[in-house]
């Protein structure tokens, strides 16, 4: 089948280092335009991309089928809704939208134009993900009791950014928290209540840059944790069980690699260094057995894989819309528990 005809309605951060990178080297996808407002970051990179200064230029053009929303949080939800009434399927950068009644209207618009809308929600594809999903359901610590997921970065200044400005109207929850929030959510389904500490610690932040929150479900207690003041790193998955342990360091090496040139076709993609492969320590009649258990391969082109089923054989796409919304709902109840310090229930 021929390839699926794109439009990246940005290229900043995620521009230049995912979307583009991706389907560059995808063999389903074609990239005929790229917008930039002001800059040409683009030009050059992306041989059949033609590099536009109006978002019009891209929803006027017949022949793009997919738009790639991954502009500042602000606009995701106006951006979305006018790709679809060009009638463009949509891949939108997380978050999906600031509210989850704007995720719903492009939900219904999708739905009532027959349109696909997934969001990028690529760290499903983090191979630490992957072996954690894998370890849970082999039941590897016996029956899980507690899950810890951390997103941690150390950035003790504030950059001259959309993200740390008021008027964004985001903050560290949507942008690290919508990974960590998905990943979790993914495993365990929705929470039956939740309740969050979310705050700005950094000298003069004026956006959130810290939260943790605790979602409750019968039977695992889940931590859901990040922050931008963290120098020594914790662990970024830690599950415990009537059986045993597992601890998992490091971040998955795919965003390193893709910054640093390498694509889904470069020999070692995904692929994470024996070192920072996880530890299972688990109880056999009284002893410790401590095992490391190789990382999965990690894989960011798989979402785009499912993508191209998606528009080209109507297959359901990996990433729904509604599980992106899901994740919007949380972050709400997060600032509602933390602004008001109670409990939420869903």
Not at 35 to 48: M, V, Y
Not at 137 to 142: D, F, L, N, R, Y
Request: glycine residues 6%; contains cysteine; hydrophobic residues 35%.
């Amino acid at each position: 089948m021929k390839p699926i005809i794109s439009a990246i309605a940005s290229y900043g951060m995620s521009g230049i280092v995912f979307h583009g990178p991706i389907l560059e080297a995808h063999p389903h996808f074609e990239i005929r335009k790229i917008l930039e407002r002001n800059k040409s970051n683009s030009k050059g990179k992306h041989g059949k991309a033609t590099l536009v200064r109006n978002y019009k230029d891209i929803l006027n053009d017949r022949e793009i089928e997919l738009v790639i929303v991954n502009t500042p949080d602000l606009y995701h939800y106006d951006m979305a809704i006018e790709a679809l009434k060009a009638g463009k399927h949509i891949v939108v950068e997380k978050p999906f939208t600031l509210k989850s009644s704007q995720a719903d209207e492009i939900i219904a618009l999708a739905n009532k134009r027959g349109l696909l809308v997934s969001v990028y929600q690529n760290r499903r594809w983090d191979g630490d993900y992957l072996t954690v999903k894998e370890l849970i359901e082999k039941e590897a610590c016996g029956r899980l009791v507690s899950f810890e997921l951390h997103f941690d970065r150390f950035r003790n200044f504030l950059q001259d950014s959309w993200k740390e400005r008021v008027e964004s109207e985001t903050g560290t929850l949507y942008n690290l928290g919508s990974h960590v929030i998905d990943q979790a959510l993914q495993l365990f389904g929705m929470p039956l209540y939740l309740y969050a500490d979310v705050r700005a610690q950094r000298t003069g932040s004026l956006v959130d840059d810290s939260f943790d929150l605790l979602l409750y479900y019968p039977n695992v207690k889940c931590f859901v944790r990040g922050s931008y003041l963290v120098k020594q790193e914790a662990p970024r998955f830690s599950l415990h069980g009537t059986q045993g342990s597992f601890i998992k360091n490091g971040l998955d090496p795919q965003e390193a690699q893709l910054k640093s040139g390498m694509t889904q076709n470069s020999e070692g993609w995904g692929e994470d260094p024996e070192e920072t492969w996880g530890l299972l320590v688990t109880d056999k009649d009284g002893n410790d057995i401590k095992e490391r258990i190789p990382t999965m391969k990690g894989d960011y082109s798989g979402y785009y894989d499912s993508i191209y089923e998606s528009i080209r054989n109507s297959a359901p796409p990996a990433v729904s819309a509604e599980s992106a919304r899901d994740v919007i709902r949380v972050i709400e109840a997060a600032y509602e528990s933390a602004e008001n310090q109670k409990v939420v229930k869903f």
